[in-house]
T-cell receptor, first 114, second 117 residues
């Protein structure tokens, strides 16, 4: 079974803090993704990576950065957290190739910024 | 613009009755279509996908979905709903890309399915 783990289920931070959200997958997937999920808005893609040290912006990258130093790990960084970044953050991974492109999700991190 | 629409925020069904959760899409080229389910306080789980071939796709937990190219729809169905099917359902589409990055999923906003005993 594919396993995608996220470092925290719940996180509370203060405005202006630097926040790190970690994601690890154990299936040697090339692609990794970070989404945020908000009621009524569904999932919105923040950043994705299709190889080590590679990253591409998704639909809402502002206020976020990412790091992928190892294939299995993809980190989301909030340089200076703000209250409008309070959300559920979901990490996902997938293989490359047309037939295998199903995304596997972690359990999510619910971040509250006070 | 490429998009996915789930026209219903919530669907209410009695246990044992058939259920349908609707999805329509707008993408260029031949799409790959997906359904995911999210149980309370959990991440998303893959249910089924359509790539090519038979328009009726069968997935996990007795769910199936029908691809209709002329109506650009991919509705999720189940003949007999269970209370345990109550969850948030997301339709997603992956536009096919030639080369370059692999392309990403575009998700709908989700439909909350509530199955009552």
């Amino acid at each position: 079974d594919v396993k995608v783990t996220q470092s925290s289920r719940y996180l509370v931070k203060r405005t202006g803090e630097k926040v790190f959200l970690e994601c690890v997958q154990d299936m040697d997937h090339e692609n990794m993704f970070w989404y945020r999920q908000d009621p009524g808005l569904g999932l919105r893609l923040i950043y994705f990576s299709y190889d080590v040290k590679m990253k591409e912006k998704g639909d809402i990258p502002e206020g976020y950065s990412v790091s992928r130093e190892k294939k299995e790990r993809f980190s989301l960084i909030l340089e200076s957290a703000s209250t409008n970044q309070t959300s559920m953050y979901l990490c996902a991974s997938s293989m490359q190739g047309a037939e295998a492109d199903t995304q596997y999700f972690g359990p999510g991190t619910r971040l509250t910024v006070l | 613009a490429q998009s996915v629409a789930q026209p219903e925020d919530q669907v209410n069904v009695a246990e044992g009755n058939p259920l349908t959760v609707k999805c329509t899409y707008s993408v260029s080229g031949n799409p790959y279509l997906f359904w995911y389910v999210q149980y309370p306080n959990r991440g998303l789980q893959f249910l089924l996908k359509y790539i090519t071939g038979d328009n009726l796709v069968k997935g996990s937990y007795g769910f199936e979905a029908e691809f209709n190219k002329s109506q650009t729809s991919f509705h999720l169905k189940k003949p007999s709903a269970l209370v345990s099917d109550s969850a948030l359902y997301f339709c997603a589409v992956r536009p096919y890309h030639y080369g370059g990055s692999q392309g990403n999923l575009i998700f709908g906003k989700g439909t909350k399915l509530s199955v009552k005993p």
